[in-house]
């Protein structure tokens, strides 16, 4: 496969805004862009995890181009809105709600009404603006500034970050309930030099669309250059690659990219980036690396999900969530500093959920265990078949 996402008017975009092409052909690519087509032919909310770069925008309006949903695509960027404004441009607002407010004004939520409405950067967010943005997820329904009239929505929401959310929650930052609301369906997109070989097709694609500009016909790369980009750790991912490339025509002789022409920034390193782009933060990175035998139950995890969705599985995150946290813990021998470190959480966050499923806490039931971890009669969850 060797897919190729773009945005309308990429030409007419500023260089340095987003990554502006995502290509699918190394196999994890693959992979990722067949989840996001499934999750795309449903209604849920989906939540975009991903460094700078990688192209989180793009694999949003691909899910609303496959969604069918005859109402707009709406892209809002979270940290490009000053705090007193954002409040009105989520939600908009009527004539007087503040001062300079003169006539009334929809916001972003009804503008995508029927469609999608896109929130780039969720974890900027004030705390003040979670507990709203959870109000209207729950309600299904938006509030104007200045205003008790509720307008209904059909609006689905697919939201974005490149901040680990699980750190933030831990730091008060970012409520627990509203990371629940948003990750009903979560896409973990891997940093560039986690799928390399998405490099060379990104490359010739960007050689492709700079050449028509520059009057360049036929440019290549050299041996050595090719195994210079490959060799590259790409701190700035897919946007960076991108400026590499531009640069590199415009300085390169007789039509052939040399490794001379390429301008990588040495001084910018990952602490470690394998094939897999294994040692991205938590919440970024797509998977841990796999054995054979891992990468073969996971695509067998993958596919029984698979099936419950299409069976039409009632509370399938809460289901499928309960029963990771039920099955680890009893794994684990109960013992929760091991079940947290296994699932690659915080203590915190798995106290929140054996308390919620009833395993620790005064509300527990005769099955559970103490506050550290005794003895319990606990069946291992296992994924419906």
């Known amino acids: 496969m060797n897919k190729l996402l773009t945005f309308p008017d990429s030409q007419g975009m500023a ?22 087509e499934r999750i795309a032919r449903s209604d849920a909310t989906a939540l975009v995890i991903g460094e700078t770069g990688t192209g989180k ?3 949003a309006r691909h899910i609303h181009t496959l969604s069918g949903r005859p109402g707009p695509f709406v892209a809002v960027n979270c940290g490009a809105f000053s705090e007193t404004l954002i409040d009105a441009e989520l939600f908009g607002h009527e004539v007087g709600a503040f001062t300079g407010a003169t006539q009334a004004r929809s916001g972003w939520f009804e503008a995508a009404n029927g469609g999608t409405l896109f929130l780039d950067e969720i974890g900027d967010l004030s705390m ?31 939201a974005a970050t490149n901040v680990d959310l699980h750190k933030a929650i831990d730091a008060e930052r970012f409520r627990s309930d509203l990371y629940y609301r948003l990750s009903v369906a979560v896409i973990n997109l891997p940093p560039l030099c986690g799928r390399p070989g998405d490099i060379l097709p990104l490359a010739r694609h960007f050689i492709g669309t700079y050449g028509d500009k520059l ?35 415009i300085v390169c002789r007789a039509g052939v990219i040399e490794e001379d022409d390429l301008k990588l920034v040495g001084a910018l390193h990952r602490k470690h ?8 933060p938590r919440a970024v990175a797509a998977a841990p690396t796999a054995t054979p035998a891992a990468s073969t139950t996971l695509l067998r995890l993958q596919a029984l999900i698979g099936e419950l969705i299409d069976n039409g599985e009632p509370a399938l995150f809460d289901t499928i969530e309960e029963s990771v946290i039920l099955t680890a813990f009893a794994s684990c021998h109960q013992n ?8 690659g ?10 308390k919620r499923f009833g395993l620790i ?24 078949h």
């Open 273 to 280: 980036c394998g094939a897999r782009g294994d040692e991205a």
């Open 15 to 36: 260089l340095s805004i987003r990554a502006k092409a995502l290509l699918f052909h190394d196999p994890r690519s693959v992979e990722l862009l067949q989840q996001v």
């Open 128 to 158: 003040a603006l979670q507990v709203k943005l959870l109000r209207v997820l729950q309600e299904r329904q938006v509030v104007r500034l200045g205003s008790r009239r509720p307008v209904a929505l059909d609006v689905r929401l697919v």
């Open 57 to 59: 925008e793009l694999v």
């Open 361 to 384: 806490g005064a509300d527990a039931g005769p099955g559970a265990v103490a506050e550290e971890g005794g003895p319990a009669l606990l069946a291992q969850a296992e994924f419906a």
């Open 215 to 249: 009057r360049l016909r036929d440019v290549t790369m050299s041996p050595g250059a090719q195994e210079a980009l490959l060799g590259y750790e790409w701190p700035g991912n897919i946007r960076e690659l991108e400026n590499v490339i531009h640069y590199a025509l």
């Open 345 to 354: 959480i915080s203590r915190n966050i798995l106290r929140t959920h054996l």
């Open 336 to 343: 929760q500093v091991q079940t947290a470190k296994t699932l």
